[in-house]
């Protein structure tokens, strides 16, 4: 799945809504321009990154 509207940052989250995979960025994309794809099971994966628990601080 291209990520066009923002490239994934570190701590973002992206499951697989077939077989549950999960990736976790641990270290974002330094590219001038990224374009970020990431799929499973031929199918774009789904960006689940959620608010820590208590909202932003």
Do not use: N, W
Not at 4 to 27: A, N, S, V
Not at 40 to 46: A, D, H, M, N, V
Request: with cysteine.
């Amino acid at each position: 799945m291209p990520i066009k509207e923002e490239p994934p940052k570190t701590g973002d989250m992206y499951r697989c809504q077939t077989c549950d995979l999960e990736i976790h960025i641990t270290q974002p994309c330094s590219c001038d321009s990224p374009t970020v794809e990431f799929t499973c099971c031929g199918k774009p994966l789904k960006k689940v990154t959620a608010l820590p628990a208590g909202g932003p601080s």
